[in-house]
């Protein structure tokens, strides 16, 4: 009876606003929800785990709210999608679907803090292929022992790619990320061995403690997807994940102390299985903690996880891309790296490491408990030839101008639209119809702000109030500017064509701005040729700033 109270009540209070709605209880049963349609003229709560049994379809209206009753372990709600079943939210901008807690009231978009754990998730599962033994497996987060709760193979070992679980559109996902148990979460959106028919594209988890998006083997594809403030990993992925991804954005607030912006993994049981975990992203926009905040890693690459990342920006986290290195000649991320699956091309970095440091853009570790027996000078050398290899491949520090970074709500000044030439430049080709064509780097465009409009963070008042087109700021390059022996142990030549007369100041700089040497040189008939000493420098990357005028350009070395 106490518990049925305290429901009643916490419902009173979340649909304060919403009194004319009738609404309607979605409870647990063996029988799922039946193929059913949620209509936007009621409010839905779920109580417990509720199933869209195999074979059923669950069609959600356009502006409808799902709310979910507060619980942990055993006692909390979460929709849970089973392999064979479908989800049709196809909600618009104009008429987002919202999942949230029975907690909140939608007329007061700031009665709730900014934490969640309030109920579970929404968790898809599909009969796509895993890399793991055996190829099914069940999906972590809600209590074991329900076969709706398996994915991937079917028990005969037959699966489908190309399986559909139906389409995400337009969906709010908040508060979310209650624990079934210490270290079993829940996350925003689960997504277990998801085909590439399914279709998920504007998607936001916003305030959720576990993960925003996890998906665990298939071939799901997500475009424009939003991970805002959450408690854990904002993209994490495993057990084989072969899909593509396009327009990613996740802010991290340092006050919720959260992990890194993407935990990569390949495989679990065993970490050789395939086919290995190779998806491929484009124009991702991740912005970590803050500058010069913490430890944190951008993205973890680790248990033979690989991937092809083009076109993004990274930016402000305590440490880059993280590589598990376990040997040149063993089955780990690295490996992957050098057999050509793991591949960051055409993206920009900025703000990555301590105000005083020289930052780790790109490093290779080895995992606890595994150094024994490697020879640390085979863990230097892959280090450089990581470095190496990434800086070869139009991987740029550089500052990408963004319009405005802020993580404080009702300020309106969060507008992460690059201005700067490094963003609007030098892109990786698109090649796969799946990928959209675009002409910058990062998420969003000069003229226009997805996520305005629909979004919980717009609600907020995080985005600007309005969006008018920008331009980019950029003076132009100077022509030809070559930076070289890159790597580098001292002695550097700086070369250049298509000069003036004038002085040419050429500076060396950290990333994060610091100005660590200056010179000023003259070209001769057009072209530069100067040597300048870093031999005094720590071992590091630095980026070669050479002006002239309103000519500027800037190159980055690795000083060893």
Avoid at 356 to 373: K, L, N, Q, R, Y
Wanted: aromatic residues 8%; hydrophobic residues 40%.
């Amino acid at each position: 009876m106490m518990k049925k109270l305290t429901l009643a009540l916490c419902l009173a209070a979340g649909t304060a606003g919403l009194m004319a709605q009738p609404v309607k209880v979605l409870t647990s049963s063996a029988a799922g929800t039946g193929t059913i349609t949620l209509d936007k003229d009621t409010v839905y709560r779920l109580d417990g785990f509720v199933y869209v049994n195999p074979g059923q379809t669950l069609t959600i209206e356009p502006g409808t709210v799902i709310k979910a009753d507060t619980g942990t372990g055993a006692n909390a709600s979460a929709l849970i999608i089973s392999r064979g079943a479908r989800i049709i939210a196809n909600g618009t901008k104009a008429a987002p679907i919202t999942f949230t807690s029975v907690l909140d009231d939608l007329t007061d978009p700031f009665d709730l803090d900014e934490k969640g754990g309030l109920w579970g998730g929404v968790i898809v599962l599909g009969n796509s292929q895993l890399n793991t033994v055996p190829g099914e497996k069940a999906i972590e987060g809600i209590p074991a022992g329900d076969p709706r709760n398996n994915y991937g193979a079917n028990p005969d070992g037959t699966f489908n790619d190309q399986d559909s679980s139906g389409v995400i559109r337009y969906v709010k996902i908040l508060y979310s990320g209650t624990a079934l148990g210490t270290g079993n979460e829940i996350q925003g959106l689960t997504l277990g061995g998801v085909g590439n028919k399914t279709v998920i594209e504007y998607v936001e988890i916003t305030y959720c403690t576990d993960d925003g998006i996890e998906i665990f083997g298939g071939t799901v594809n997500i475009k424009y997807a939003i991970a805002a403030f959450v408690d854990d990993d904002s993209y994490d992925y495993d057990q084989g994940w072969r899909g593509k991804g396009q327009f990613w954005f996740t802010i991290q607030k340092q006050s919720v102390g959260a992990d890194r912006c993407g935990e990569w993994d390949g495989a679990d049981t065993p970490e050789t299985g395939q086919p290995y975990a190779i998806p491929t992203i484009y124009n991702a926009t991740f912005l970590g903690l803050g500058a010069g905040v913490g430890s944190n890693r951008m993205i973890t690459l680790r248990a033979n996880g690989g991937g092809k990342v083009y076109n993004s920006i990274f930016a402000q986290q305590g440490r880059g891309v993280d590589i598990e290195f376990k040997g040149t000649t063993t089955e780990n991320s690295y490996k992957r790296f050098q057999d050509g699956d793991l591949d960051f091309k055409n993206n920009v970095f900025w703000e990555i490491g301590t105000a005083t440091g020289v930052p780790a853009v790109f490093s290779i570790s080895p995992i606890a408990g595994t150094f024994t027996g490697l020879d640390s000078a085979a863990l230097v050398s892959a280090a450089n030839t990581a470095l190496d290899t990434y800086m070869a491949a139009n991987n740029t520090l550089a500052d990408p101008k963004f319009a405005s970074i802020s993580r404080a709500q009702n300020l309106f000044q969060l507008d992460p639209r690059p201005t700067g030439f490094p963003a609007l430049s030098d892109l990786a080709a698109y090649t796969d119809p799946w990928f959209t064509p675009v002409t910058f780097k990062g998420a969003f465009a000069l003229d226009s702000l997805w996520m305005k409009g629909w979004s919980h963070l717009d609600e907020r008042g995080y985005l600007p109030r309005t969006i008018s087109p920008l331009t980019s700021i950029e003076r132009p390059q100077i022509a030809a500017l070559n930076v070289y022996p890159n790597p580098s142990n001292g002695l550097v030549t700086v070369s250049a064509s298509e000069l003036s007369i004038e002085p040419v100041q050429i500076t060396v700089l950290t990333p994060m701005g610091q100005q660590v040497y200056a010179a000023t040189a003259q070209a001769a008939g057009g072209q530069l040729t100067e040597t300048i000493d870093l031999s005094r420098l720590a071992a590091g990357v630095y980026l070669v700033k050479v002006q002239q005028g309103e000519k500027v350009s800037t190159r980055q070395i690795a000083k060893q």
